[in-house]
T-cell receptor
């Protein structure tokens, strides 16, 4: 069975500082990996996805993520955080055989200090 | 292009009642998935419909059901509501003709409160 762990429930970062959100997954085969962001009162928006190929993927809003098979990780990074990045971030894993069923991590809530 | 539309946005029910939630996907999207989001359990997959057929189902009791119409609009129903059914119910549509896309476009959700 697939599982996703986001070890950090909350992260506080100063505006302009860098941000890294951790994600570890468990899946037997090559996973399809995603990061979604949820702003308060909103649905989720896809930031980026990894299916295969280059292990460093670029997404929207200046985010990037790196797939490391040896560590079963897919960490999300942003070099310089803006106040509008305050939101909850979810890592998710999927599999081709599972249709569009995604397994989500518990989320990391990011607070941005001015 | 209009996004995923969910109605109603908020509703309050009492235990034992039933509820129907509606989801209109993005035009051209044939896959519709439903997720339940709660503070305790996080985001959990309910089911997915593709071309009017249920393609996947999560680990929820039979009180949770859904369907998809020929225009790809979907409804989910929860019967005999329990307090623990209070949650944000998110609908997501997905493009592509194949079995897997993984790129989900979410609506803003229907927030159900069960008293």
């Amino acid at each position: 069975a697939q599982s996703v762990t986001q070890p950090d429930i909350h992260i506080t970062v100063s505006e302009g500082a860098s941000l890294e959100l951790r994600c570890n997954y468990s899946y037997g085969a090559t996973p399809y990996l995603f990061w979604y962001v949820q702003s308060p009162g909103q649905g989720l928006q896809l930031l980026l996805k990894y299916f295969s190929g280059d292990t460093l993927v670029q997404g929207i809003k200046g985010f990037e993520a790196e797939f490391k098979r040896s560590q079963s990780s897919f960490n999300l990074r942003k070099p310089s955080v803006h106040w509008s990045d305050a939101a909850e971030y979810f890592c998710a894993v999927g599999a081709q055989a599972a249709g569009n069923k995604l397994t989500f991590g518990g989320g990391t809530r990011v607070l941005v200090k001015p | 292009k209009a996004g995923v539309t969910q109605t109603p946005r908020y509703l309050i029910k009492t235990r034992g009642q039933q509820v129907t939630l509606s989801c209109s996907p993005i035009s051209g999207h044939r896959s519709v998935s439903w997720y339940q989001q709660t503070p305790g359990q996080g985001l959990q997959f309910l089911f997915e419909y593709f071309s009017e057929t249920q393609r996947n189902k999560g680990n929820f009791p039979g009180r949770f059901s859904g369907r998809q119409f020929s225009n790809s609009r979907s409804e989910m129903n929860v019967s005999t509501l329990e307090l623990g059914d209070s949650a944000l119910y998110l609908c997501a549509s997905s493009p592509g003709q194949g079995a897997f896309s993984g790129e989900l476009f979410f609506g803003e959700g229907s927030r159900l409160t069960v008293l």
